[in-house]
């Protein structure tokens, strides 16, 4: 009856080491101090009304942002836990807390860099993605809505769950997975790894990645269906032309990891035989399946940031982007191409030479496209008029330092030398370059350039820039030891070392870089909060604080929920410029142009089934399977439930559009 | 010009239909990955039978051959339904989408016959890892069948509540959809799975 009721969970599950103690704590610390805060300021039908149920996309690419900011400082912890053990875990130094090396005993810290890898991958940077895809592109395309608002709300919360879901362990469990961000077989498998440590990141993954999935599916049906009149494929903004790109990889990528993890479950639940090695499992087969998402994955993660630079430099050197269709061709060439290398991260599989040189050549390719993309920012900064500004700040540094981390990967592309540095602190470092120049950097030099259309005001430009040398300095500070002891090498995932490798050194140097970005991360929170405190002086009046050059420009700012009080209509590339130039000013439209206009209704719904769906997900990693029964069969009702409502929409009269746009435009004088 | 003058413009509700089918069509292209990336681990184990039985000894061409008349059959009455839903024919609708339920579980009905034999003759899905993808790859297309049972029933009460409106109809239009992909991947899983086992 117990075992019924409970499944395999008993006392010894709750927190009771010092970290699962400690996160608890704070978790639940935190949840509490924000119930209060939400109950004193009587702030929770707000909340509820206005932000938990919106299907406005806007709103829920805020949700995003704010949800992976969290995330940010999560996986940032991690990060320094990892540094700080490193830098002390040197010989035979006596350990603290119980631990024979440094302060963590080695099965805490593999569930740090294996949480750390994963929190960062799946919900910070791709939260932020998500976020602002959600806030600019529907305005980029001149639509007020996703082709499926129902199904954009689905997909945040679904995203949500998966956040929470990864960090359940700290209150009911008391581990997580203990094997790399990827989970490798057989490893991972339950002979190897018993416990729910790894359940809880297949469900994670599954949870998380079907909101991606319903993600990508929304943005292409959007990006490809509801353009406004008159805006062909090769009229988009090259933003919107990279999150297609990437939401297409989306699709075509996340439907493997999708299957691949829930084989790995099989295995683990119903004693299959995937990839196990026994019975005629195949752990390699698990390793092609799930770099097969994972290489297309890096590429989800960097070519939205490719879009977001090209906005950034065309409108800061006030040009248009030099070689438009050679940009779009570059972005979808990356985008087939990154179906083609995933081998190039186990080149020590043995698949023999001409399978290696294949794989190794393909990634090699890889670097024309993407170099295309470079020399076409640089060609449209030549004689521009290049304004300073935070973001473009953001765009130079990432230039710098991702050709440089990209030459690292050439490097790694040849199989020769990849297995000489193969699984060694040199590949974590050519990684980390990437994905901080390039989506870190990215994302913050999106954050800075559209917050006014999102707020009203700019951000504070000194302090963002302040922030913006921390990093880069931090950056190099901390990685570049890296690379250096990856050639001396020191293997990643290393929990201690012996003091005659000389490592220390630059292990503490590395650390000390770990600081610095903590100093940039904080400064921008700074900024954030001087920006709000002053935002009167930097408000932004004409919703064209930059004299940008798509269509999400030719709004007030704040955005109103309507987004457009009249359908744009468009006929070249650059379509605000052009607007502009024939004489466009900021302010309402012309009396008459207002028509009725179709909005979606709020729903609680999304917010149940995600609930159920994170049910039965508990249920299944703590085989209570009448819990697993009914999570899922309520995420079905409510699937049910949904497809019998027909009443999701309203309509806001062409009066009251009329009067709402008078009124935004209005309060910005 | 002149293609502009001839095209007539879509309504609003269907141009909604038109952007709800391209979603479901996309959908169905990342299902399609899944079944791909099942059949390609399908094909890997196949041989890895660990000393226990292998798909010649246990496959019947004629329950698989059963199985796959009555739901290309009810793939057929699916599309009658369909045509009758743009006839505006509710109740033949009904009728159809009834037919069509009744040999969709009439097809899980056979399948999980022959699954549970192969259990009961010790071949379970956690004897070897060809068992553990024959079983895979046969349940996720077993598992959609049942998920599309559930989905006519709803259909039904919907078209006997609403009638044949835009949004019923739409729904229709991508069960269909559904069904007949279920169909192509069953037909894939027959010829490569157990035409393929027996020889």
């Not at chain 1, 699709?251 to 639940?269: E, M, N, Q, Y």
């Not at chain 1, 009448?626 to 027909?646: R, T």
Request: net charge neutral; glycine share 10%.
């Amino acid at each position: 009856m117990e075992h019924f009721l409970l499944g395999d969970l008993t006392w010894s599950a709750l927190p009771h080491q010092w970290f699962t103690v400690g996160a608890t704590a704070t978790i639940v610390a935190g949840l509490a101090v924000l119930a209060g805060l939400l109950t004193y300021l009587k702030k929770w039908k707000w909340l509820w009304k206005e932000w938990l149920t919106s299907t406005d996309p806007k709103k829920i690419g805020i949700m995003y942002i704010v949800m992976a900011s969290v995330m940010l400082f999560r996986g940032g912890l991690d990060a320094a836990m990892i540094w700080l053990q490193q830098a002390m875990s040197a010989g035979n130094a006596p350990g603290f807390l119980g631990a024979a090396h440094g302060y963590l005993d080695a099965n805490h810290f593999q569930q740090i860099f294996t949480a750390h890898g994963d929190i960062m991958v799946f919900f910070v940077t791709m939260g932020f993605f998500f976020g602002l895809i959600n806030l600019i592109v529907p305005l980029q395309i001149g639509a007020r809505d996703l082709a499926f608002p129902f199904m954009n709300s689905l997909g945040f919360w679904l995203y949500v769950a998966g956040a929470v879901f990864i960090n359940m362990f700290f209150v009911i469990g008391g581990q997580f997975a203990g094997s790399g961000w990827l989970s490798l077989p057989p490893l991972s498998e339950l002979q190897y790894s018993p416990g729910t440590g790894i359940d809880y990141w297949v469900w994670s993954l599954q949870i998380s990645g079907l909101g991606s999935l319903l993600g990508g599916i929304n943005f292409v049906a959007t990006i490809l269906k509801m353009r406004a009149k008159g805006m062909t494929l090769m009229k988009m903004p090259l933003f919107t032309w990279t999150s297609l790109c990437s939401m297409v990889l989306v699709i075509a990528s996340f439907p493997v990891l999708t299957i691949t993890t829930l084989l790995l479950w099989a295995d683990r639940f119903f004693g299959m035989h995937f990839f196990t090695t026994t019975a005629g499992g195949n752990p390699m087969l698990y390793v092609n399946l799930i770099w097969m998402w994972g290489h297309p994955e890096v590429y989800i993660l960097v070519i939205p940031a490719f879009g977001i630079f090209s906005e950034v430099v065309s409108t800061f050197s006030g040009k248009r982007i030099f070689g438009y269709v050679s940009m779009v061709m570059a972005a979808i060439g990356i985008t087939l191409l990154s179906f083609l290398v995933w081998l190039h991260h186990f080149f020590t599989m043995g698949a023999g030479a001409d399978v290696d040189a294949f794989f190794g050549i393909m990634t090699g390719v890889i670097a024309i496209p993407t170099a295309v993309q470079i020399f076409n920012w640089i060609a449209t900064m030549y004689r521009g008029r290049i304004r300073f500004t935070t973001p473009m700040m953001y765009f130079l540094g990432f230039a710098g330092i991702f050709t440089m981390g990209g030459m690292a990967g050439v490097l790694l592309s040849i199989p020769g030398a990849d297995f000489e540095l193969h699984n060694s602190l040199f590949l974590v470092a050519h990684f980390h370059t990437m994905i901080v120049s390039a989506a870190l950097f990215g994302i913050f030099a999106g954050i800075t350039y559209w917050f006014p259309k999102v707020t009203g005001f700019t951000l504070n430009e000194r302090i963002g820039r302040r922030a913006f040398w921390l990093w880069v300095v931090g950056y190099f500070v901390s990685f570049i030891p890296l690379y250096i002891l990856g050639f001396l090498g020191a293997t990643r995932r290393l929990d201690h070392y012996a003091a005659s490798t000389g490592w220390q050194p630059l292990f503490i140097t590395a650390g000390v870089g770990v600081l610095i970005i903590a100093a940039g991360a904080l400064t921008q929170v700074w900024q954030v909060i001087v920006s709000i405190r002053e935002r009167d002086e930097h408000r932004d009046t004409t919703g064209d604080p930059w004299g940008g050059h798509s269509l999400e420009w030719s709004t007030p700012s704040p955005v109103p929920y309507y987004s457009f009080a009249v359908a744009p209509e468009v006929d070249s590339r650059d379509a605000f410029w052009e607007m502009k130039k024939r004489g466009w000013k900021p302010g309402p439209a012309a009396p008459g142009t207002y028509k009725d206009i179709v909005m979606a209704k709020n729903t609680g719904m999304a917010i149940y089934l995600s609930g159920f769906v994170f049910l039965g997900a508990f249920g299944l990693v703590w085989h209570i399977i009448w819990l697993a029964v009914a999570g899922i069969g309520g995420a079905i009702a409510c699937f049910i439930i949904q497809s019998f409502d027909e009443d999701t929409e309203y309509i806001l009269p062409a009066a009251e559009v009329e009067r709402l746009d008078r009124m935004a435009w209005e309060r910005n004088k | 010009m002149d293609n502009e003058q001839t095209i007539t413009p879509m309504t609003e509700a269907e141009e909604r239909t038109d952007t709800q089918v391209f979603g479901f069509w996309l959908y169905l292209m990342t299902d399609l990955i899944i079944f791909g990336v099942l059949f390609a681990v399908y094909f890997v184990l196949r041989g890895a039978t660990f000393g226990g039985p292998a798909s010649y000894d246990l496959f019947s061409l004629r329950s698989a051959l059963a199985e796959t008349i009555v739901l290309l059959t009810s793939s057929f009455t699916c599309g009658l339904a369909l045509v009758a839903a743009q006839r505006g024919k509710a109740n033949q609708t009904i009728g159809w989408l009834a037919a069509t339920f009744a040999l969709g579980a009439a097809f899980l009905a056979l399948e999980l016959t022959e699954l549970s034999r192969f259990v009961a003759t010790g071949a379970s899905p956690e004897r070897s890892a060809f068992l553990s993808a024959f079983f895979t790859l046969v349940g996720t297309h077993g598992l959609h069948i049942g998920v599309g049972l559930l989905w006519i029933a709803v259909a039904i009460v919907q078209v006997r509540l609403r009638g044949l409106t835009a949004g019923t109809r739409s729904k229709l239009t991508r069960f269909a959809l559904f069904w007949h992909f279920l169909d192509i991947v069953w037909i894939f899983i027959f010829s490569t799975v157990y035409l393929y086992g027996i020889i």
